[in-house]
């Protein structure tokens, strides 16, 4: 019989750490360096991987755009880590 997994609770990030995600964030915008980002799930942490386009403070979200034509917005809230 398949056991269930429970949800895993999301990681709080600390001040610093927020601080080098949006730096991060912020030289993909200005360098077109793709990024990838870890992003929070109950159960299994996805990846997104891409160049920052646009950062929208006031809604939380940044505009992540993964090939030529296809883009998506990821909530700010759902980033637990990021790596060049």
Do not use: C
């Amino acid at each position: 019989m398949k056991q269930e997994s429970r949800p895993r609770e999301k990681p709080i990030l600390d001040q610093k750490e927020w601080d080098i995600i949006d730096l991060s964030l912020y030289h993909s915008m200005e360098d077109h360096a793709p990024v990838t980002l870890t992003l929070w799930d109950p159960f299994v942490d996805r990846k997104a991987k891409g160049i920052v386009m646009q950062v929208d403070r006031q809604l939380k979200r940044i505009k992540l755009r993964w090939s030529e034509d296809d883009w998506d917005w990821i909530d700010m809230n759902e980033i637990i880590a990021l790596s060049n």
